[in-house]
């Protein structure tokens, strides 16, 4: 899939965001007060900002309201009720905090699951989809879930919970990879299948299906190389996990905590470049991408 940065801003941001109000719904840290107001401040503006990065994509940026509309069937549109809910109770919880020094732990509670929620759904849009394989698996929303809950750690300053989920996040990250690699082929997709001239013999095409670009191959066929991809792996992984959890078991201070979340929010963005990047849609079959 073509790695458009709408995309990557609003599943990276986003993810951030709702992560953090997870903690906060839950209590962590436990702040009132003005400090309250800049940890939800900074919950706010990812989430916000990744969700308003989602309508980028939008050639009329107007049709955005249309994705409430479809709840039933749509998991965007599920994703988009859960983000304004949560949003919703997660401010009156953090009013309480800011400006009463009061923690309705409830409306907490309810808040941080229905975040968490909204992580699960944004990872189904694509998990759902098995035109494109890579996706369609449970380790997706596992993946998101898991980028989720440690960013979110990260960011609440919780750093015994960080490190466990940090090591959670680097094996369902690679576990993702190696599973991923193998999804088309696994899957029992091919020119073949989709002809349904198997039978007779090998089917490749004969010639191009047409001598210029089409929206297909912009947004759906993109190919990265295999070295160039194996090496953005390993720089995710150093940065989203390996060098975020090193400045974590140092001796704390305020420097290495913000090298440590620089660097983890670096490695997110890298990684889900990736997501996207990697993707393999199976129309590529077709014109002979894949």
């Known amino acids: 899939m073509h790695p458009a940065p709408s995309v990557i801003l609003f599943t990276s941001l986003s993810g951030l965001g709702f992560g953090l109000l997870f903690w906060l719904g839950f209590g962590y840290p436990g702040v009132t007060g003005g400090t309250a107001f800049v940890f ?4 706010y503006l990812l989430a916000v900002g990744g969700l308003m990065a989602s309508t980028f994509h ?7 309201i249309k994705a409430f509309s479809q709840w039933r069937s749509s998991w965007l549109s599920r994703e988009a009720w859960l983000a304004v809910i949560s949003l919703i109770i997660m401010g009156l919880y953090g009013a309480g ?42 380790l997706t929303p596992a993946l998101f879930l898991s980028y989720g809950l440690a960013g979110g750690a990260l960011l609440s300053g919780q750093i015994a919970t960080t490190k466990a989920l940090l090591l959670v996040l680097a ?10 690699d193998r999804a088309l082929i696994t899957s ?3 020119m073949a299948s989709a002809t349904g001239l198997g039978k007779i013999g090998a089917v490749k095409a004969f ?18 190389g295999r070295k160039h991809s194996a090496k953005l792996r390993i720089i995710s992984l150093l940065l989203v996990a390996v060098l975020p959890m090193a400045c ?19 490695g997110v963005f890298a990684a889900r470049w990736l997501f996207f990047a990697e ?12």
Do not use: D
């Open 188 to 190: 029992g997709t091919s």
């Open 97 to 138: 905090l800011v400006f009463l020094g009061t923690r309705w732990t409830l409306v907490g509670y309810v808040g941080g699951l229905l975040s968490l929620a909204t992580v699960f759904s944004t990872s189904m849009i694509y998990a759902q989809l098995k035109s494109i394989p890579r996706w369609n698996m449970p």
């Open 58 to 64: 939008l050639g009329k940026k107007s049709n955005a």
């Open 207 to 224: 010639e191009p299906p047409h001598t210029g670009t089409n929206y297909l191959l912009r947004e759906m066929v993109y190919v990265v």
């Open 248 to 266: 974590l078991l140092l001796p704390f201070n305020h420097l290495l905590a913000a090298l440590a979340v620089i660097s983890h929010i670096a």
């Open 40 to 43: 939800f401040a900074i919950a």
């Open 171 to 180: 094996l369902v990250q690679v576990a993702y990879w190696a599973l991923g």
């Open 279 to 290: 993707a393999e849609h199976v129309v590529g079959l077709y014109y002979g991408k894949r």
